[in-house]
Nanobody
Framework: QVQLVESGGGLVQAGGSLRLSCAAS????????MAWFRQAPGKERESVAA????????YYADSVKGRFTVSRDNAKKAMYLQMNNLKPDDTAVYYC?????????????????????WGQGTQVTVSS
């Protein structure tokens, strides 16, 4: 049974940094694409960043480019999201997701429906 557990969320002031972690368990990890999504109150879930199983291919939403960095450690079955220069608009529940297969997405950007496994989410709150 595949499990994903996020950690590292919290309350931070605008301009601050947080590092989210996603720990995976259950079966083979290294062959699948992974992604971070987020959902703010009253808004749809959106993809934030994604990374292929080798780490060679990554995706970032325009709103986080230059501020967020996604990485993974297949030996540790973990994925990370380093978030710098945080803004109040980054406030959301952040979800770790895993997609069967090596491709980050079959669309222009990762969408929820193509990711098969999800964590419970971790809250990130950025105060102004």
């Amino acid at each position: 049974q595949v499990q994903l557990v996020e950690s590292g969320g919290g309350l931070v002031q605008a301009g601050g940094s947080l590092r989210l972690s996603c720990a995976a368990s259950g079966d083979t990890f290294s062959s699948d694409a992974m992604a971070w999504f987020r959902q703010a109150p009253g808004k749809e879930r959106e993809s934030v960043a994604a990374i292929s199983w080798t780490g060679a291919n990554t995706y970032y939403a325009d709103s986080v480019k230059g501020r967020f960095t996604v990485s993974r450690d297949n030996a540790k079955k973990a994925m990370y999201l380093q978030m710098n220069n945080l803004k109040p608009d980054d406030t959301a529940v952040y979800y770790c997701a895993r997609r069967r297969g090596t491709l980050i997405t079959r669309h222009q950007y990762p969408v929820s429906d193509e990711y098969n496994y999800w964590g419970q989410g971790t809250q990130v709150t950025v105060s102004s």
